[in-house]
C-alpha cells in the first residue's frame, strides 16, 4: 500500500509561483513513475507532468510545457511541482499519482495504482 500526500496549493495572482509536494510512504518501490495530474471544475482530471523514480526521464503535458517542472527526493520520497507563469486555467485541483509506467500516466484513462487526496491551486487574473 502507497500513501501520497499533497500540500502546497493556494491562490496565487497570474504570472506568480507555486510549488506543490507530494509525500509518498508505504511501498513506493511497486510504482516505477509518479506524477501529477489536474482537474478543473466540470472538466476530467488531465495529466500534467511525470517523473520516474529511477533515471532522469521527465514527461509533461503541452499545457505546461516550459513552464512547470516535476522533481523528485529520492531519499524523502518526496515529489515536486515547481509551477511558474501561472494562467487562471492552471486553476484545478491538483493529485498527485503513482503508477507502473509512462503509458499508464498517459493512457486513457489513465491507469493509476495510488491517488493523493489533491490540493487546489487558484489562480486569479
Known amino acids: 500500500q502507497v500513501q501520497l500526500v499533497e500540500s502546497g496549493g493556494g491562490l496565487v495572482q497570474a504570472g506568480g509561483s507555486l510549488r506543490l509536494s507530494c509525500a509518498a510512504s508505504?511501498?513506493?518501490?511497486?510504482?516505477?513513475?509518479m506524477g501529477w495530474f489536474r482537474q478543473a471544475p466540470g472538466k476530467e482530471r488531465e495529466f500534467a507532468a511525470a517523473i520516474r523514480w529511477i533515471g532522469s526521464s521527465t514527461y509533461y503535458a503541452d499545457s505546461v510545457k516550459g513552464r512547470f517542472t516535476i522533481s523528485r527526493d529520492n531519499v524523502r520520497n518526496m515529489v515536486y511541482l515547481q509551477m511558474n507563469s501561472l494562467k487562471p486555467e492552471d486553476t484545478a485541483v491538483y493529485y498527485c499519482?503513482?503508477?507502473?509506467?509512462?503509458?499508464?500516466?498517459?493512457?486513457?484513462?489513465?491507469?493509476?495504482?495510488?491517488w493523493g487526496q489533491g490540493t487546489q491551486v487558484t489562480v486569479s487574473s
Open positions: 508505504g511501498r513506493t518501490t511497486s510504482s516505477n513513475i
Open positions: 499519482a503513482a503508477a507502473g509506467g509512462i503509458y499508464s500516466m498517459t493512457s486513457s484513462p489513465p491507469r493509476i495504482n495510488y
